[in-house]
T-cell receptor, first 115, second 114 residues
């Protein structure tokens, strides 16, 4: 059973507009959430994260919002640029198992930003 | 050279072959991971090594055999694979003991089993 769900496999946005990528989770033990970005032929790279004690974290054009009661988080990219076109993975981690905070990943959402 | 390096980038092998994937990290991290990425599936954790000791084995078939000789190197030995094992295999590293340290991924090995 998937604990981290990204229900939109793809998203298409016009350059300059806002991109909103969504992620839902089921495990209430998760307390830390991360977004990774992946270009073709490259590995995922860490983008931004948020702790469950916050509901918003901003880094430049990227903002992550967390709604704990709904077990939902979203990544906002404003303004979107063609270079943002990539697959975005949502990940969540919780109480350590065996002393390790290993994240659980979603399936990813492919973002295409059109010029 | 910095970051996480994986070789080879591409590998085609028959079901009776034996091959190995190699990963090296230059970040001074103490934990290394193997993930599998198949089309339209989440990243699947396969193995975790923490201070060279295997701490996770997510019910991976025995035809995949990991080896971690030191904290900078990680191997995945492959033998008698099946076509459904074709996927992108990603290595990652992190600094355990530092809460929620993000994973640093290599560029992966694209494996095709014929």
């Amino acid at each position: 059973d998937q604990q981290v769900k990204q229900n939109s496999p793809s998203l298409s946005v016009q350059e300059g507009r806002i991109s909103i990528l969504n992620c839902d989770y089921t495990n209430s033990m998760f307390d830390y959430f991360l977004w990774y970005k992946k270009y073709p032929a490259e590995g995922p790279t860490f983008l931004i994260s948020i702790s469950s004690i916050k509901d918003k974290n901003e880094d430049g054009r990227f903002t992550v919002f967390l709604n704990k009661s709904a077990k939902h988080l979203s990544l906002h990219i404003v303004p979107s640029q063609p270079g943002d076109s990539a697959v975005y993975f949502c990940a969540a981690s919780g109480a350590p198992s065996g002393g390790s905070y290993i994240p659980t990943f979603g399936r990813g959402t492919s973002l295409i930003v059109h010029p | 050279e910095t970051g996480v390096t994986q070789t080879p980038r591409h590998l085609v092998m028959g079901m009776t072959n034996k091959k190995s994937l190699k990963c090296e990290q230059h970040l001074g991290h103490n934990a290394m991971y193997w993930y599998k990425q198949s089309a339209k599936k989440p990243l699947e954790l396969m193995f975790v090594y923490n201070f060279k000791e295997q701490t996770e084995n997510n019910s991976v078939p025995s035809r995949f055999s990991p080896e971690c000789p030191n904290s900078s190197h990680l191997f995945l030995h492959l033998h008698t694979l099946q076509p459904e094992d074709s996927a992108l295999y990603l290595c990652a590293s992190s600094q355990e003991g530092r809460n929620h340290s993000p994973l640093h991924f290599g560029n992966g090995t694209r494996l095709t089993v014929t």
